[in-house]
T-cell receptor
Framework: SAVISQKPSRDICQRGTSLTIQCQVD?????MFWYRQQPGQSLTLIAT?????????ESGFVIDKFPISRPNLTFSTLTVSNMSPEDSSIYLC???????????FGQGTRLTVV | DAKTTQPNSMESNEEEPVHLPCNHS???????IHWYRQLPSQGPEYVIH???SNVNNRMASLAIAEDRKSSTLILHRATLRDAAVYYC?????????????FGKGTKLSVKP
């Protein structure tokens, strides 16, 4: 199993600013995943973060807007840059300690941009 | 990962069984069927998964059709805490990097 701690749990930010979300896992994992959940919608994968290499971004998401760091096997950050109200969403990180089995999710970061 | 189709919403009464259907007519032979649920204001949590045979765990049962083109998640006795959005997801272990592709899911309401 894995326990994921995400910080902050929620924030209200001014447009044009940036927010960095932290994701800490209680065990070492190869890949960490960042998702976005817009209001009333399902989850959409933003990127996959491997330790020691650049993150792989899904279509529609770019590194300049969502830079990701993965300094070690238990930690990752996602930054939402130059925010606009359209970035208001819940951002979640996820890990899958054993490939192909159970995935674990953080509680999410609820971001509101005003 | 192949696509799944689920009803947008379902209602159940507390302490009654709930059958949540999922259609996956384009499933491939190596796709596993996974179910996750998302309780209000929480991240998704794993429920169950299977390949061909029916599966049971402490949370639920998974019934898989013989042709694998559909499956049903069974909650044997719904509680108020089971009110959530349930996602049926197909996973190909061979090709998947580990990310899950979420559809819209089924929002389950449980009435006391």
């Amino acid at each position: 199993s894995a326990v994921i701690s995400q910080k902050p749990s929620r924030d209200i930010c001014q447009r044009g600013t940036s927010l960095t979300i932290q994701c800490q896992v209680d065990s070492q994992v190869t890949m960490m995943f960042w998702y976005r959940q817009q209001p009333g919608q399902s989850l959409t994968l933003i990127a996959t973060a491997n330790q020691g290499s650049e993150a792989t971004y899904e279509s529609g998401f770019v590194i300049d807007k969502f830079p990701i760091s993965r300094p070690n096997l238990t930690f990752s950050t996602l930054t939402v840059s130059n925010m606009s109200p359209e970035d208001s969403s819940i951002y979640l990180c996820s890990v899958e300690p054993q490939r192909g089995t159970e995935a674990f999710f953080g509680q999410g970061t609820r971001l509101t941009v005003v | 990962d192949a696509k799944t189709t689920q009803p947008n919403s379902m209602e159940s009464n507390e302490e009654e069984p709930v059958h949540l259907p999922c259609n996956h007519s384009t499933i491939s032979g190596t796709d596993y069927i996974h179910w996750y649920r998302q309780l209000p204001s929480q991240g998704p949590e794993y429920v169950i998964h299977g390949l061909t045979s029916n599966v049971n765990n402490r949370m639920a049962s998974l019934a898989i059709a013989e042709d694998r083109k559909s499956s049903t998640l069974i909650l044997h006795r719904a509680t108020l805490r089971d009110a959530a959005v349930y996602y049926c997801i197909l996973r190909d272990y061979g090709g998947s990097q580990g990310n899950l592709i979420f559809g819209k899911g089924t929002k389950l309401s449980v009435k006391p």
